[in-house]
């Protein structure tokens, strides 16, 4: 019984820490006060400041001397740079984003499926003097919110999408997509073969309609996604008929880089193994479906 409880109370602490990480890595420009630590992951003022003081002690947080405000800190960045070596198909894709970068002048992300969200690891900046920074490198988003969220959840069984919605409702709660616009763009997404969204993510901006995405999957050999390449822009730059030059050369560059890089790609298809005391099941092998456009 004693082991049950430390063991809970260890991952009670992963947990909000982890919770932490990720609000000050949401609020990396301006860092945040101790009281916004703890209404955005939910703790109280002595969790929070206990932890906040751990962490800063461990170069995982810095505190701005000054302001007293929270910042991530340094040791993330040399942390992140291991994790990215993980993915070894991430710096053999930056050809593929600078030439789509230098042909648009729009930026152009690299996104991969892990679990059940899709995870930015490349990004290459365009030189259009209006630019659209939806994301950066490290950002997480729950499969089916974003561009290239969509691309990755369209590609999987209706069994897997089914799954994947009911068990991860919470975390889009939090994104301006009810379960009805979502499926609908799922369905548009199966249809065309590529995910556009000119949805703002966030609550409270879906009237901001002058930024929109397009993302092409990468898939492996079963037809599965498994990453994406996302371009974001101001509206007009993918308004009709350049939308489809800009579709060209996504999928161009996608098909690419599933020629060149087949068996990295095969070796990152999720597997879902059976475990202990839970119902999991493998994503069974889906059809491709991104030459319908």
């Given at each position: 019984?004693e082991?049950?409880?430390?063991?809970?109370?260890?991952?009670?602490?992963?947990?909000r820490?982890?919770?932490?990480l990720?609000?000050?890595?949401?609020?990396s420009?301006?860092?945040?006060?101790?009281t916004?630590?703890?209404?955005?992951?939910?703790?109280?003022?002595a969790?929070?400041?206990?932890?906040?003081?751990?962490?800063?002690?461990?170069?995982?947080?810095d505190?701005?001397?000054?302001t007293g405000?929270?910042?991530v800190g340094?040791?993330?960045?040399?942390?992140?740079?291991a994790?990215k070596?993980r993915?070894?198909?991430?710096?053999?894709?930056?050809?593929?984003l600078?030439?789509?970068s230098?042909?648009?002048?729009d930026?152009v992300?690299?996104?991969?499926?892990?679990?059940?969200?899709a995870?930015?690891?490349g990004?290459?900046?365009?030189?259009?003097?209006?630019?659209?920074l939806?994301l950066?490198v490290?950002?997480r988003?729950?499969?089916?919110i974003?561009?290239?969220g969509l691309a990755?959840?369209?590609?999987l069984p209706?069994?897997?999408v089914e799954?994947?919605?009911?068990?991860?409702g919470?975390a889009r709660a939090?994104f301006p997509?009810?379960?009805i616009?979502?499926?609908r763009?799922?369905?548009?997404?199966?249809?065309?073969?590529?995910a556009?969204?000119?949805?703002h993510?966030?609550?409270?901006?879906?009237?901001?309609?002058n930024?929109?995405?397009?993302a092409?999957?990468?898939?492996?050999?079963?037809?599965?996604?498994?990453?994406?390449l996302?371009?974001?822009?101001?509206?007009?730059?993918?308004?009709?008929?350049?939308?489809?030059?800009?579709?060209?050369?996504?999928?161009?560059?996608?098909?690419?880089i599933?020629?060149t890089f087949r068996?990295i790609l095969?070796?990152?298809r999720p597997?879902?193994?059976e475990?202990?005391?839970?119902d999991?099941?493998?994503a069974v092998?889906s059809?491709?479906?991104?030459?319908?456009?």
């Amino acid at each position: 019984m004693e082991r049950k409880e430390k063991g809970a109370d260890l991952n009670r602490n992963v947990a909000r820490v982890t919770a932490i990480l990720d609000a000050l890595a949401h609020a990396s420009d301006q860092g945040l006060r101790l009281t916004d630590v703890m209404q955005t992951a939910r703790l109280n003022k002595a969790t929070a400041h206990r932890l906040l003081a751990s962490l800063t002690a461990y170069g995982l947080a810095d505190q701005h001397p000054e302001t007293g405000r929270y910042f991530v800190g340094l040791r993330l960045l040399s942390l992140s740079q291991a994790a990215k070596k993980r993915f070894t198909l991430a710096p053999l894709v930056e050809p593929a984003l600078m030439r789509i970068s230098q042909q648009t002048q729009d930026t152009v992300y690299f996104v991969v499926r892990t679990g059940d969200e899709a995870v930015c690891i490349g990004c290459h900046e365009g030189s259009f003097p209006i630019r659209v920074l939806t994301l950066y490198v490290g950002d997480r988003r729950p499969l089916g919110i974003n561009a290239s969220g969509l691309a990755l959840l369209a590609s999987l069984p209706d069994e897997e999408v089914e799954r994947i919605l009911a068990q991860h409702g919470a975390a889009r709660a939090s994104f301006p997509f009810d379960d009805i616009q979502l499926r609908r763009m799922l369905s548009a997404t199966r249809r065309n073969g590529y995910a556009y969204n000119d949805v703002h993510l966030f609550k409270g901006m879906e009237k901001m309609t002058n930024m929109a995405a397009i993302a092409m999957p990468i898939c492996c050999s079963d037809g599965t996604a498994v990453a994406a390449l996302h371009l974001t822009a101001i509206t007009q730059r993918l308004e009709p008929p350049r939308r489809s030059s800009v579709i060209s050369l996504l999928q161009r560059e996608a098909r690419g880089i599933e020629k060149t890089f087949r068996p990295i790609l095969d070796g990152m298809r999720p597997h879902r193994e059976e475990t202990a005391g839970t119902d999991v099941v493998a994503a069974v092998p889906s059809r491709r479906r991104r030459d319908r456009q």
